[in-house]
């Protein structure tokens, strides 16, 4: 049995305090879910570890030019436009405390592997070594991965259930140079495509391929990132009803319970956010992550909580 909470990697530092100009919610995203599941009577099921530090600039070396780096943390234009997102000193600092977040999560989830943890954060998906991409700058996932993989030899796969192809992983492996042993090629970095029951169907074929690579003790870990963009009335048009975004979180807390029964020991599982973007209702967004929580609790770690998300629904 998993412990009944989930140990969730929050530092008040990950979070923007004015978000300006920014049409993404994501850089104040850590805390309006944490404020969400409070005010839903949630918050009690999350334990809070904040006490990590975030990372240097040179470990973002790791898995991007050191020009680029360098060029972002100085607040150069050049560098610093490429997320789309507005630069201050203060947001280059949440970035220090975001990816440090999936880290810490990952390390102690494979130290303690009867306790689900949380990376709160987005941000991470879409980021190149030479520059940040759409809403992400740094390739938290490479970054995080490969340095636990160097720290203990540890291999990670990604569910990534967010609308958008999570292409970081791919498009850094060349420049990553164990990052194939980190987050294996193939198996590592799971989008399913097309959308709906065909979605849904790809995701249960990878799955399968998932299950057999941990069995062998190919993938030590594994990584749940159910971003909300993939549900259809996001701002971005996803891939899912709210019944099939829902089906897939249970597809994915069952599939990890199945493992933990057949293994006699649970599977290490770090939970992400990634994207929602609904202008419209961002309480929207916030449930459905809260949803996906609540399957996991109810799945895994014994617990019996009542959550049905308000969704508002969408003008077509
Ligand atoms: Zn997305």
């Given at each position: 049995m998993r412990n009944a909470q989930i140990y969730t990697f929050y530092h008040e530092n990950m979070v923007l305090k004015n978000n300006g100009r920014n049409v993404s919610k994501s850089p104040q995203k850590p805390k309006l879910l944490l404020n969400f599941l409070e005010k839903n009577s949630l918050k009690g099921h999350f334990a809070i570890k904040?006490?990590?530090?975030?990372?240097?600039?040179?470990?973002?070396?790791?898995?991007h030019t050191k020009e680029y780096v360098d060029g972002f943390f100085a607040g150069k234009r050049n560098w610093t436009k490429s997320s789309n997102l507005d630069w201050s000193p203060q947001f280059a600092e949440t970035v220090r405390y975001t990816n440090a977040s999936l880290y810490e999560a990952i390390k102690f989830a494979?130290?303690?592997?009867?306790?689900?943890?949380?990376?709160?954060?987005?941000?991470?998906?879409?980021?190149?070594?030479?520059?940040?991409?759409?809403?992400?700058?740094?390739?938290?996932?490479?970054?995080?991965?490969?340095?636990?993989?160097r720290e203990t030899g540890k291999r990670g796969a990604?569910?990534?259930?967010?609308?958008?192809?999570?292409?970081?992983?791919?498009?850094?492996?060349?420049?990553?140079?164990?990052?194939?042993?980190?987050?294996?090629k193939g198996i590592g970095n799971i989008n399913p495509e097309d959308k709906h029951q065909k979605f849904i169907n790809n995701l249960r074929r990878e799955l399968g391929l998932l299950r057999d690579a941990i069995h062998d003790k190919y993938i030590d870990y594994v990584v749940f990132c159910h971003g909300a963009d993939s549900?259809?009335?996001?701002?971005?048009?996803?891939?899912?009803?709210?019944?099939?975004?829902?089906?897939?979180?249970?597809?994915?807390?069952?599939?990890?319970?199945?493992?933990?029964?057949?293994?006699?020991?649970?599977?290490?599982?770090?939970?992400?956010?990634f994207g929602g973007y609904?202008?419209?209702?961002?309480?929207?967004?916030?449930?459905?992550?809260?949803?996906?929580?609540?399957?996991?609790?109810?799945?895994?770690?014994?617990?019996?909580?009542?959550?049905?998300?308000?969704?508002?629904?969408?003008?077509?």
């Open positions: 904040d006490d990590f530090k975030p990372f240097s600039q040179e470990e973002f070396y790791l898995a494979l130290e303690n592997p009867e306790k689900v943890t949380f990376n709160p954060a987005c941000g991470f998906h879409h980021a190149l070594p030479e520059h940040g991409l759409g809403y992400c700058t740094f390739s938290g996932q490479v970054i995080a991965s490969v340095k636990v993989f990604y569910i990534d259930l967010d609308g958008h192809f999570g292409n970081s992983i791919e498009d850094a492996r060349k420049f990553v140079s164990d990052l194939n042993l980190a987050i294996p549900h259809e009335d996001d701002d971005t048009k996803g891939q899912c009803t709210t019944a099939e975004w829902i089906e897939c979180a249970h597809i994915v807390y069952d599939f990890v319970k199945k493992i933990d029964e057949k293994r006699r020991k649970p599977l290490p599982l770090i939970l992400g956010l609904r202008k419209d209702d961002y309480n929207s967004v916030l449930g459905l992550h809260a949803k996906n929580l609540v399957i996991c609790l109810n799945t895994l770690c014994g617990q019996e909580i009542k959550y049905e998300p308000i969704l508002k629904a969408k003008k077509r």
